[in-house]
């Protein structure tokens, strides 16, 4: 059988997604819980990898298993497995057709970001902190420029693995709700660290620093040494995938869920 889960996890409690030897990853924990209730050792694919400190609220992946069990019990069952920053929100049954990671149409983040003189002490960890107030205005005027296909070396990680900088972005969207500014981003794939570079940019022209034409300027240029410093993990959230509709997945093969807290 092939089992396709939705997976919800709080960063900061772990060490990235992907497993490392150490074991504190999000991977790492799901993998053992799952051993438990199948009673045989299973191995995740993901659509994506987030990195320590970034969370997720629709994170998807599969795993193989002789095990036949009901869905409560890859649900309910593993979560009785796992610590507190992670859950398993729903599990379906795939044919074996299905791939979490090859098979994802689009991927969807959203930074969260609070400005204001005094960083946040209960959304710590969970939210990102400028010290000034920014013009969501000029962010937004800034961002509409991301859409499009584009070459986004500017917004690239010196590590980054990936084969082509160009990626389709579908949505790049900057407005306030309460007291965060939220930043949300649709694309057919995102480069190593491209989101947290792209709220890097978008905070210089924010603050006044830059004016909104400088992200179009940095995606001509394609140089990540003319771009802003990457910005902290702390408010990045992966929260959509799209597959193709033939899945039984939850909403058709297009899962999102965005985070739920504001700030007044």
């Known amino acids: 059988m092939r089992i396709a889960l939705g997976i919800e996890y709080a960063g900061n409690a772990f060490e990235g997604w992907q497993s490392q030897p150490h074991g504190r990853t999000v991977q790492d924990a799901v993998e053992r ?20 400190g970034v969370h997720a609220t629709a994170q998807v992946a599969h795993f193989d298993t002789g095990a036949r069990r009901p869905a409560t019990a890859w649900v309910r069952g593993t979560n009785n497995g796992l610590p507190a920053g992670v859950a398993v929100r729903w599990a379906v049954e795939v044919d074996e057709g299905f791939h979490a990671r090859y098979l994802a149409c689009e991927r969807s983040y959203r930074y969260l970001l609070h400005d204001a003189p005094v960083r946040p002490a209960v959304l ?36 980054c693995q990936a084969k082509t900088p ?14 965060i500014v939220a930043f949300d981003f649709r694309a057919n794939g995102f480069l190593h660290h491209m989101v947290r570079n792209l709220v890097g940019a978008l905070v210089s022209v924010g603050k006044g620093e830059r004016l909104p034409q400088w992200i179009g300027e940095l995606l001509v240029c394609r ?24 899945w039984s997945l939850p909403e058709g093969g297009r899962i999102m869920t965005r985070p739920y807290f504001v700030m007044a």
């Open 223 to 246: 140089e990540r040494a003319r771009g802003a410093p990457t910005f902290a993990p702390d408010g990045l959230y992966f929260c959509g995938v799209s597959y193709p509709p033939r």
């Open 33 to 52: 819980a799952l051993g438990i209730i199948a009673g045989e050792s299973v191995r995740l694919h993901a659509a994506g990898r987030t990195d320590t």
């Open 166 to 179: 160009v990626r389709i972005m579908h949505e790049a969207r900057v407005a306030r709700e309460g007291g």
């Open 124 to 159: 710590a960890g969970r939210v990102g902190w400028f010290h000034l107030p920014l013009d969501v205005e000029r962010m937004a005027i800034a961002a509409a420029q991301l859409v499009g296909e584009h070459d986004f070396s500017s917004f690239r990680a010196a590590p």
